[in-house]
């Protein structure tokens, strides 16, 4: 019996310097883990102050605080696996594999979610702008991750890709302060110019939304049949579109009533 344990006390003794030696590990392994997690969050938060001081939109700090702070997360887990004596080799490459299959089964999706960052980070437009944009024109509404949501004239919804807003060309109106509009009505060769120029520019004349300087002008081209007269005035981005249809009325009536002889009628505002 003495000798059983003094063989057991033996191989304790001889396992001790092992077993001291993984405790050891383990608890470095949790100290680092304690220090790192404290280290990231005082990162990320440090990051979110200098964000929100440089005016980043709140979606995309929020999300770029997000994908920082689990980078970073799983580097420090990696790391502490390998401090415990955990093999992460294969790990790392069998989810740097699972990653690029990922990648190339989204390649549209990630397209549109590169272009959602870009435009959150550079901001062409931003809510309540009207823009023009692959073919869709319209108000924002909101700017997702995936996609902008605009709403046009007619008041339907159009889901347009952050892609093909990030690669495409972009017309916003509302960054200007100015915007020309114009109504475009087809007379006869026969009527009297001077008087239709009189006529068109009398209708703007006390309206207060109409900007005096570039001052409203007429302008005439001709046709194979008729007469081009177009009307243009400046004003502010948003009181183009009903300034448009309240002139093209107006001109249609004043010069119908004066006995002008009107071609088909086409309205635009650029």
């Known amino acids: 019996m003495e000798k059983q344990v003094h063989s057991i006390w033996a191989q304790f003794n001889g396992l001790l310097p092992v077993i001291l030696g993984y405790v050891s590990q383990f608890l470095l392994a949790l100290v680092v883990l ?35 702070g689990l980078f970073l997360k799983a580097l420090l887990f990696i790391s502490v696996a390998s401090m415990v004596g955990i093999a ?20 549209g999706s990630l397209a549109n979610f590169a272009g959602g960052v870009l435009i ?3 901001r062409p437009f931003k809510v309540g702008d009207s823009i023009t944009a692959g073919g869709s024109s319209g108000t924002v509404t909101s700017i997702e ?8 004239t007619s008041n339907e919804v159009i889901y347009v890709p952050n892609g093909t807003l990030s690669n495409n060309v972009v017309v916003n109106s509302s960054q200007s302060e100015r915007i020309l509009g114009s109504v475009s009505l ?7 110019l001077d008087k239709a120029r009189s006529l068109l520019l009398g209708l703007t004349e006390g309206d207060s939304l109409i900007l ?16 081009q007269v177009t009307l243009g005035f400046w004003c502010a981005p948003g009181n183009v579109t009903p ?12 010069l119908q009533r004066e006995g002008y002889r009107l071609g088909v009628t086409a309205r635009t505002a650029t």
């Open 243 to 254: 300034l448009v249809g309240k002139y093209s009325e107006a001109a249609i009536k004043i």
């Open 186 to 192: 087809l007379i006869d060769y026969q009527d009297d």
């Open 88 to 107: 992460t080799t294969s790990f790392v490459a069998v989810l740097g594999a699972a990653g690029l299959a990922v990648g190339m089964a989204l390649q």
């Open 145 to 152: 991750m995936f996609r902008t949501v605009l709403i046009d």
């Open 34 to 68: 304690f220090i790192g997690w404290k280290l990231i969050n005082t990162v990320t938060r440090a990051m979110g102050r200098m964000m929100e001081a440089s005016h980043i939109e709140p979606t995309l700090r929020g999300f770029l605080l997000s994908v920082v």
């Open 212 to 227: 005096k300087t570039p001052a409203p002008s007429v302008s005439f081209s001709p046709k194979p049949a008729n007469i």
């Open 120 to 122: 959150l980070l550079f």
